[in-house]
């Protein structure tokens, strides 16, 4: 296997093909300021060696993303599963990096990782989904790979699941008029997906928390996990967007599940997200804690 090249993904079926037709938007929530280009990211690395996907919804999420890029308009997907795409003078061709769900450390080339996080710094756009953020440069049970992805993104998650990806829950929209949520139109909704939860550097001082586990009306009881911190604040964060420098970020640990990418609301705030984290949509990314503070 070639260093840029990553193994096969399985092939999208014509009914998951459909159903991601059927539930994506057709218009984006703004016009592009100019064409744009997505660099989504494909890349699983254990003990250095890169290895298969290892969540099956990386293939569905990836046509997802093409799929919300063509019939919007609002960008153009180049997969990769190369980290020499960071590289300043290729990474410049683009607006924004996807992480599609990449796991473990990525690379060890010092030189790309501070590339890619100069490139978002500079004024770049950077999201991800589920373990593409918070499992990330990270190599269990050591959580320090590359601190400074874990500072940019918002937060590494601490490697348990609170609620397991087969169980349902209650999401509850922090902000129903935000211009990332107020597609939900209502205060809570459920989803089904896999759970993570926040620990260091993760704090509303620094980030927009746009959506959140309602808690209040979920079990969140000790034995699932639950770390002393989030048992105290009962704060499970969902989605959310934060400024990097000049740069734009949005994260949802949602993505584990294929489903999620065939839900119509969620299809949307993704869509919203990106073209956040690209620089079309202007979204209030003041940190939740001080958003709270004014009120």
């Not at 994506?24 to 990211?41: E, M, T």
């Amino acid at each position: 296997m070639l260093p840029g090249q990553i193994p096969p993904l399985p092939e999208v079926t014509a009914e998951e093909r459909n159903a991601v037709e059927t539930a994506a938007p057709a218009k984006a929530f703004v016009r592009p300021k100019k064409a744009r280009k997505l660099l989504v990211v494909n890349r699983d690395v254990r003990n250095g060696q890169v290895v298969a996907a290892h969540h099956a919804s990386v293939a569905i999420g990836n046509y997802a993303l093409e799929t919300l890029g063509r019939k919007t308009g609002a960008w153009q997907v180049v997969l990769s599963g190369d980290p020499e795409m960071w590289r300043p003078d290729s990474i410049k061709q683009f607006d924004a990096v996807c992480f599609m769900n990449t796991t473990g450390v990525l690379t060890e080339d010092r030189d790309l990782r501070w590339s890619l996080l100069d490139f978002v710094r500079g004024g770049g756009g950077f999201a991800a989904f589920h373990a593409g953020g918070a499992a990330t440069f990270v190599q269990y049970p050591k959580y320090d790979q590359f601190p400074e992805f874990g500072v940019m993104v918002g937060g590494y998650e601490n490697g348990g699941h609170p609620w397991k990806h087969t169980e349902t829950y209650p999401v509850r929209v922090e902000d129903p008029k935000h211009p990332v949520t107020k597609m939900f139109g209502r205060q809570t909704f459920p989803v089904t997906d896999e759970v993570f939860q926040m620990m260091s550097p993760y704090s509303r001082e620094a980030v927009r928390v746009l959506l959140s586990i309602d808690a209040a009306n979920a079990d969140a009881n000790p034995s699932r996990r639950i770390l002393p911190e989030r048992q105290k604040d009962l704060d499970f964060p969902v989605s959310w967007i934060k400024r990097y420098g000049q740069g734009r970020v949005f994260y949802t640990f949602l993505g584990h599940n294929k489903s999620t990418y065939t839900d119509a609301k969620l299809l949307e705030h993704f869509l919203a997200g990106i073209q956040y984290a690209l620089g079309d949509l202007p979204a209030d990314d003041t940190p939740s804690r001080f958003v709270s503070s004014r009120k």
